[in-house]
């Protein structure tokens, strides 16, 4: 199937700092999403997005739906360590197939 | 509940076996989704029901796997003569309607040996 393209695959932060993680389409999409999923739990939705250029908070944490709608960023302010974790990004055009990114994780050093 | 729920959270089935999975979507969700993922990976669609009508099975790596959600609620996702490459976690995720925000179950980790 097919998966958006998410960076960095990986981020070593120290807690405080500021984490920004991207993702990618060759596909327009009308919705994008964020996710993150702890070790052997399901994601968890953070933020949805449903128009080009909106720009959406919660909490510590904010999204982007890109412009051109094939891309997406999630950024995270003065993190903590309850941070770590792997984060999802997550996007549909048209029907039911949200296809998801391949991933960043986050550690978050104390 | 509030959430969705699967069941069992963990399958270890011997080659060949059938097994059935189960999910509880949230309350009044119309749309259920049943994705696989493997480890390291994001989740990967595999079929999408609307009310108890399965509008895309698309996803579906082979006719040993089938979903159904007879009463527009509970859905069981059945894989028949599990395979070595079945193994990998079930997410279910419901939904208010197509293109919102999806909200996923714990996950079934299914082991195929």
């Known amino acids: 199937g097919q998966q958006l393209n998410q960076s960095p695959q990986s981020m070593f932060i120290q807690e405080g700092e500021d984490v920004s993680m991207n993702c990618t389409s060759s596909?327009?999409?009308?919705?994008w999403l964020w996710y993150k999923q702890d070790p052997g739990e399901g994601p968890v939705l953070l933020i949805a997005l449903y128009k080009a250029g909106e720009l959406t908070s919660n909490g510590r944490l904010t999204a982007q739906f890109g412009i051109t709608r094939k891309d997406s960023f999630l950024n995270i302010s003065a993190s903590i360590p309850s941070d770590v974790g792997i984060y999802f990004c997550?996007?549909?055009?048209?029907?039911?197939?949200?296809?998801f990114g391949t991933g960043t994780s986050l550690t978050v050093i104390p | 509940g509030a959430g969705v729920s699967q069941s069992p959270r963990y399958k270890v089935a011997k080659r060949g076996q059938d097994v059935a999975l189960r999910c509880d979507p949230i309350s009044g969700h119309v749309s259920l989704f049943w994705y696989q993922q493997a480890l390291g990976q994001g989740p990967e669609f595999l079929t999408y029901?609307?009310?108890?009508?399965?509008?895309?099975k698309s996803g579906l790596p082979s006719d040993r796997f089938f979903a159904e959600r007879p009463e527009g609620s509970v859905s069981t996702l059945k894989i028949q003569r599990t395979q070595q490459e079945d193994s990998a976690v079930y997410l279910c995720a419901s939904s208010l309607g197509p293109l919102r925000e999806q909200y996923f179950g714990p996950g079934t980790r299914l082991t195929v040996t």
């Open positions: 997550a996007g549909v055009y048209t029907g039911n197939q949200f296809y």
């Open positions: 596909s327009i999409f009308n919705t």
């Open positions: 029901f609307q009310n108890e009508a399965q509008l895309d």
